[in-house]
C-alpha cells in the first residue's frame, strides 16, 4: 500500500529543518520486544509531501499531515489510526494511535535506504506453496488458515486466508531457519515469525501490542478452506433478510423502499475499520462503474466501533469521499464492532461471522447466497476466481 501524506505548513509553524526525502524505514514495537519493520519513500511535490509505504505489492493513498514545530500528526486517509510524534530532518518518533479502542503502538522511523528486516544467515528453507494452518489466540478457540506463499532466495511473499478473509500483503524474508513477516496498512499492524522446516512453521503472530496468537502449519498443497457460502445462513423461520437502518440524514432506510423493490441487490455488511471490507469496497465501486445496471443495487451495513453516532459518521463519510462510494452506507451499530453484537441486529442469520459478509438477494427478495469474509487482491488467483463467480452470479440475477 502507499500512503499519501500532505502537509501543511505556516510560516509560523514549519520547522526549518524539514524531513529529508528518500526512503526510510519505520518500526511499531509490537509484544515480546519484537519490532514491526515496514519501508516507505518520502518525496515533495510544491508544498505537499508524498509518502509512499510498501507491503509487497500493494500501495495505499491517504492525503493529511500536519506539521507544527518538531512535532507531527500523519492521519490515514481512510481508516481512524493516525501517527503522533516529533521529527527531525532523519528521525520520527512517536505513537501509531486508535483512539476508539485506547491503543497506543510505540512507533519509530529512520531516513536512508535499508531492508525491511535484516538477515544474519542464507535461507534454509523455501517455503514456497500452500500450508494448512492453526491459529490458537488466547481465549483457546483455535480457528484454521491457509498460507499461500511465494520465496526469491530469502525474500517471501504472501498472505494467509481464514474463514473470514486474508490478513492481505504480508512481505519478509527465511533468514537461516527463521521466518519473518509484516504488513503496516494503517488499520492492522501485522508481524508473523516462525521456526520453519522442510514441512512445518511454528510461530507467533502479532497484532499490534495487543494480541498475540500462536500458529502452526504443515505443508499441504491440496488444502482448502471451507466454502464460503456455507458458513453464514438464514436461520429457521425467517424467509427474507431484513432491516432498518439510518443513512447520514438521519433517514431509515430498509429492502422495502420502493428503490429496492425488483432489483437484485447486493447487502454488504461491513466496517470501515476493516481492510479487507475496503477492498471489498472498492472493488464493489469499480464493478458498478463497469456494470451500470438500474436493476443492481448495492447496500452496505455499517457496524462501526467509533464511541459517538457523529464519529461513526465521520468515519462512513470519509471512506464514501476517498473511494467514491455513491451506494448507501448505513449506520448499523457504533461503539462496538462486536460480531455477537451485531448478531443481535440481524437476527436472521445464523452469526455474523466475519466483517465484510456479503448477501446475494435476487428480484423477489429471496436471499440467493451469502458469502462470508472477503479474498482480497493479496490472494492472487483466488481474487481472480471470486470475481468471476461474483459477475457471474450477478449476471444470472439480473437475467432472471
Request: with cysteine; glycine share 8%; charged share 25%.
Amino acid at each position: 500500500m502507499v500512503f499519501v501524506f500532505i502537509g501543511f505548513f505556516g510560516c509560523e509553524t514549519v520547522k526549518k529543518d524539514q524531513l529529508k526525502q528518500g526512503s526510510w524505514l519505520a518500526h511499531l514495537e509490537v509484544m515480546d520486544g519484537e519490532k514491526l519493520p515496514f519501508n516507505f519513500n518520502l518525496s515533495k511535490v510544491d508544498e505537499s509531501f508524498v509518502m509512499e509505504v510498501y507491503n509487497a505489492d500493494e500501495v495505499i493513498t491517504i492525503n493529511d499531515i500536519e506539521i507544527k514545530q518538531d512535532s507531527i500528526y500523519i492521519r490515514m486517509s481512510v481508516f481512524e489510526g493516525y501517527i503522533a510524534g516529533t521529527y527531525t530532518q532523519e528521525s520520527v518518533e512517536g505513537s501509531y494511535i486508535k483512539e476508539s479502542l485506547d491503543r497506543v503502538v510505540p512507533f519509530k522511523a529512520a531516513y536512508g535506504a535499508a531492508p525491511r528486516f535484516t538477515s544474519a544467515h542464507p535461507g534454509t528453507q523455501d517455503i514456497s506453496g500452500i500450508w494448512e494452518t492453526e491459529f490458537i489466540p488466547d481465549d483457546d478457540d483455535p480457528y484454521i488458515a491457509k498460507g499461500i506463499f511465494t520465496q526469491n532466495k530469502q525474500l517471501v511473499k504472501g498472505t494467509f486466508r481464514t474463514t473470514t478473509g486474508d490478513y492481505r500483503y504480508l512481505e519478509g524474508i527465511v533468514d537461516g531457519d527463521s521466518l519473518k513477516l509484516s504488513t503496516f496498512d494503517g488499520a492492522h499492524a501485522f508481524l508473523f515469525t516462525a521456526r520453519v522446516t522442510d514441512s512445518t512453521l511454528n510461530g507467533a503472530f502479532y497484532s499490534g501490542n495487543h494480541s498475540k496468537e500462536i500458529f502452526t502449519a504443515v505443508r499441504n498443497e491440496d488444502f482448502e478452506l471451507p466454502d464460503e457460502t456455507t458458513l453464514t445462513y438464514l436461520k429457521d423461520g425467517y424467509d427474507t433478510f431484513e432491516f432498518s437502518f439510518p443513512n447520514e440524514a438521519g433517514e431509515l432506510i430498509s429492502l422495502g423502499d420502493p428503490e429496492f423493490q425488483g432489483k437484485a441487490t447486493v447487502v454488504q455488511i461491513m466496517g470501515t475499520w476493516c481492510p479487507n471490507c475496503l477492498d471489498e469496497s472498492k472493488f464493489l465501486v469499480d464493478y458498478l462503474k463497469k456494470n451500470n445496471n438500474p436493476n443492481l443495487k448495492v447496500i452496505a451495513l455499517a457496524f462501526e466501533y467509533a464511541r459517538t453516532k457523529e464519529g461513526a459518521f465521520k468515519g462512513i463519510q470519509r471512506l464514501k469521499d476517498r473511494l467514491g462510494v455513491e451506494y448507501p452506507v448505513l449506520l448499523a451499530q457504533y461503539g462496538t464492532s462486536n460480531k455477537s453484537k451485531a448478531n443481535e441486529k440481524l437476527p436472521m442469520l445464523n452469526h455474523v461471522l466475519s466483517y465484510p459478509t456479503t448477501i446475494f438477494i435476487d428480484k423477489k427478495g429471496k436471499v440467493r447466497k451469502i458469502h462470508t469474509g472477503f479474498n482480497g487482491p493479496a490472494t492472487g488467483d483466488k481474487y481472480l476466481e471470486f470475481k468471476l463467480e461474483f459477475d457471474t452470479f450477478i449476471k444470472e440475477l439480473l437475467d432472471e
